[in-house]
């Protein structure tokens, strides 16, 4: 099998969960976003009109004679397709309810340093950035990882996974989250993971597992950096 | 078979995706937000130890011995009981990525009267909730209506649902999403579907299939109002 990833240039972005799904199944993947006509390329394919099953927006993927878009639809289809989620009903669910509540984080990550509007510089909306980043500091950060904390806690094949003893794509995504939260909010991450060792260790044991561990390692991977979702403004966090 | 629907009382909100796809599958479902105690059983639902998957927030559902949240994960479960999306792999997960494009301009709705936090009043982020909202009525909502036009277009069965030649859930929630926009931003929203028959034609085939028309005149169906996902607030639209 070959995949081509279609995502923004120069961002881990959503993409980055779609990549840790493809590493880890150690599958053969074009990653168009590091293609210097990247940005043309994609721009391109989304007004192709030909496509019955139209993307609203990056990532998608191309598979074959398949066209998927939404993060979460692709990992749904590629848990199927390599082995990163269960085939029985209740867990092939549960993996998907689990990456779309990583998928609501997600999103309250970006809306920090974008309270009022994609089309605004950050600059231009700091002062509604600062209150709502002080309420997902508070609120949110802690609620979140409470509860997949209690999930980890709560796996009857113990702590180390989110279902079941085998990994699957949720976990990768949740990997990567904690590992922008870290990146974007240190303080108040770190305060919050200071409750929830499964957590820390769900963490240390994907970073750790061989296919990661090299392809962290690898110039594959993107650095965080302030055009992404995860954003470090030191004066958002505390 | 018979479900429980968790949903908070007096507001459709996102129950309702789950209370459509239910009505229009014509099976019994006990929805709990009508029962006098809703609040303290969600409550006791969400706090109950012996949960090994337990919901992040309601909706959610319970199904035998299956508890599923996220309003997505829910639909993609009842679309394969009930037949309200395809077999095939490629149609299934076009419906999942459908719904998941919905559920992102449902976040961006609810963003507009609620741009800084959760916790506090629509007042006390009213001035934010100005400046978000124009943002949303001018570029977002026809964005996401114009790519709905051409999902219609598009569709080689013809434009009356969005996959194939039946109803999915996905039709329902893209009827229900269209009705809390012309309730919420009635001029936006009256703007923008002018450049969208295809979607006007869709939401008109969705409320006349007997199911839905006869939910939607039933005691069940709960009217919008200003505690919902959708509120009509004057000085939003325009």
Chains 1, 2 share one sequence.
Do not use: C
């Amino acid at each position: 099998v070959s995949y081509q990833l279609f995502y923004w240039p120069d961002i881990p972005g959503r993409g980055e969960f779609v990549r840790l799904a493809l590493e880890e199944a150690g599958v053969s993947y074009r990653d168009v976003a590091r293609d210097p006509d990247a940005m043309a390329e994609i721009e391109a394919k989304l007004e192709e009109e030909s496509i019955a099953h139209p993307p609203f927006a990056p990532p998608f993927l191309i598979a074959g004679n398949k066209i998927i878009g939404q993060t979460a639809t692709i990992l749904l289809f590629l848990g199927d397709e390599h082995n990163l989620a269960p085939k029985a009903v209740a867990g092939r669910l549960w993996t998907q309810q689990l990456q779309l509540t990583i998928a609501d984080l997600v999103a309250e990550v970006h809306d920090t340093h974008h309270p009022i509007s994609l089309d605004r510089y950050y600059e231009d909306q700091k002062r509604e950035a600062l209150l709502r980043s002080e309420s997902f500091r508070k609120q949110r950060i802690p609620k979140f990882f409470g509860w997949f904390e209690t999930v980890l806690k709560r796996n009857p094949k113990g702590p180390t996974y989110l279902v079941g003893a085998s990994i699957s794509y949720a976990d990768l995504s949740l990997f990567h989250v904690v590992g922008g939260l870290r990146y974007a909010f240190p303080t108040a991450t770190k305060r919050a993971l200071h409750n929830t060792p499964h957590l820390v260790g769900h963490v240390d044991a994907v970073a750790k597992r061989p296919r990661i561990k090299a392809y962290l390692a690898s110039e594959r991977r993107q650095a965080f950096n302030e055009d992404d979702i995860f954003r470090h403004y030191p004066e958002l966090d505390g």
